[in-house]
T-cell receptor, first 115, second 114 residues
Framework: AQSVTQLGSHVSVSEGALVLLRCNYSSSVPPYLFWYVQYPNQGLQLLLKYTTGATLVKGINGFEAEFKKSETSFHLTKPSAHMSDAAEYFCAVRGFQGGSEKLVFGKGMKLTVNP | SQTIHQWPATLVQPVGSPLSLECTVEGTSNPNLYWYRQAAGRGLQLLFYSVGIGQISSEVPQNLSASRPQDRQFILSSKKLLLSDSGFYLC?????????????FGAGSRLTVL
């Protein structure tokens, strides 16, 4: 079975500081990994994804993530936080059950950006 | 371009009342459709998914059911709501050939059961 772990539920950074959101995965097959962002009272929006190829993936809004197989990690980073980055972030891994493909999400991480 | 619509956006219902949340997708054919529930502090839980009309798979046994009466319509229902059904319900779709590679989510429906 596939799963992701996002340790902790809240991260607080100052505006202009580095953003680092951690995600570790478990997968019995080569993983497809995703980061989604959710702004208050809205649906989820895809930030970036890793399927195959280059392990450093760049996404929207200046975010990037690096797939590290040896560490089973897919941490999300942004060099300089902006107030508009305040949101909840979800890591997800492709899962399989009964021959069907679906996404398995972590519990999410709420990012607060302080002025 | 493809769009996904969910309604109602917010709903307050008494315990024991029925529920119907609707989701429609435009601009694509035979999409994979999903219902997720987001409860406070519990992340996203996949409730149902469908790969075609009348084909529904349930992930978690519970008080809810789903139906897909048309290719691009996905409905989440309950005959009698429980307090524990409160949450934020998200519909999503993916291209049938892409599988779950890219999920596009609707804006969500917030259900409060009193």
């Amino acid at each position: 079975a596939q799963s992701v772990t996002q340790l902790g539920s809240h991260v607080s950074v100052s505006e202009g500081a580095l953003v680092l959101l951690r995600c570790n995965y478990s997968s019995s097959v080569p993983p497809y990994l995703f980061w989604y962002v959710q702004y208050p009272n809205q649906g989820l929006q895809l930030l970036l994804k890793y399927t195959t190829g280059a392990t450093l993936v760049k996404g929207i809004n200046g975010f990037e993530a690096e797939f590290k197989k040896s560490e089973t990690s897919f941490h999300l980073t942004k060099p300089s936080a902006h107030m508009s980055d305040a949101a909840e972030y979800f890591c997800a891994v492709r899962g399989f059950q009964g021959g069907s493909e679906k996404l398995v999400f972590g519990k999410g991480m709420k990012l607060t950006v302080n002025p | 371009s493809q769009t996904i619509h969910q309604w109602p956006a917010t709903l307050v219902q008494p315990v024991g009342s029925p529920l119907s949340l609707e989701c429609t997708v435009e601009g694509t054919s035979n999409p994979n459709l999903y219902w997720y529930r987001q409860a406070a502090g519990r992340g996203l839980q996949l409730l149902f998914y469908s790969v075609g009309i009348g084909q529904i798979s349930s992930e978690v046994p519970q008080n809810l059911s789903a139906s897909r009466p048309q290719d691009r319509q996905f409905i989440l229902s309950s005959k009698k709501l429980l307090l524990s059904d409160s949450g934020f319900y998200l519909c999503a779709w993916s291209d049938q050939w892409a599988g779950a590679n890219v999920l596009t989510f609707g804006a969500g429906s917030r259900l409060t059961v009193l």
